[in-house]
C-alpha cells in the first residue's frame, strides 16, 4: 500500500499560481504512474494530469494543457503540480493518485492509492 500526502493549496487570485506537493511512501516510486486528479463542488472527481513510468512521459487533461505542469523528484518520493495561469474553474480538491496499472492509465479506477486531498481556490 502506498501513503501520500499532498499539500500547497490555498487561495488565489485568477491568473496567479499555486504548486502542489505529493509525498508517497510505502511502496517504490519510480516504477509506477502517479497522477493528479481534482473534484469540484457538486461535480464528479477528474483527471488532470500523471506521469507513467512505463511509458515514461506526462500527459495532461485539456483543460490544463499549457497552464499545468507535473514533474517529480524521484530522490524525494515527490510529484508536483505546478500551475498556472489559474482560473476561477480550477477551484476543486485536487487529489494525488499511485497506480500500478501499465501505459497511460487516468481512469479513477485505474489509481488505487489516493491522498486525503488539498483545496485549491481561486477567485475572480
Given at each position: 500500500q502506498v501513503q501520500l500526502v499532498e499539500s500547497g493549496g490555498g487561495l488565489v487570485q485568477a491568473g496567479g499560481s499555486l504548486r502542489l506537493s505529493c509525498a508517497a511512501s510505502g511502496?517504490?516510486?519510480?516504477?509506477y504512474a502517479m497522477?493528479?486528479?481534482r473534484q469540484a463542488p457538486g461535480k464528479e472527481r477528474?483527471?488532470?494530469?500523471?506521469?507513467s513510468r512505463s511509458v515514461n512521459y506526462t500527459y495532461y487533461a485539456d483543460s490544463v494543457k499549457g497552464r499545468f505542469t507535473m514533474s517529480?523528484?524521484?530522490?524525494?518520493?515527490?510529484v508536483y503540480l505546478q500551475m498556472n495561469s489559474l482560473?476561477?474553474?480550477d477551484t476543486a480538491i485536487y487529489y494525488c493518485a499511485h497506480s500500478i496499472?501499465?501505459?497511460a492509465p487516468r481512469r479513477e479506477g485505474d489509481f488505487g492509492s489516493w491522498g486525503q486531498g488539498t483545496q485549491v481556490t481561486v477567485s475572480s
Open positions: 511502496r517504490p516510486f519510480s516504477t497522477a493528479w486528479f477528474e483527471f488532470v494530469a500523471a506521469f517529480r523528484d524521484n530522490a524525494k518520493n515527490t482560473k476561477p474553474e496499472a501499465l501505459g
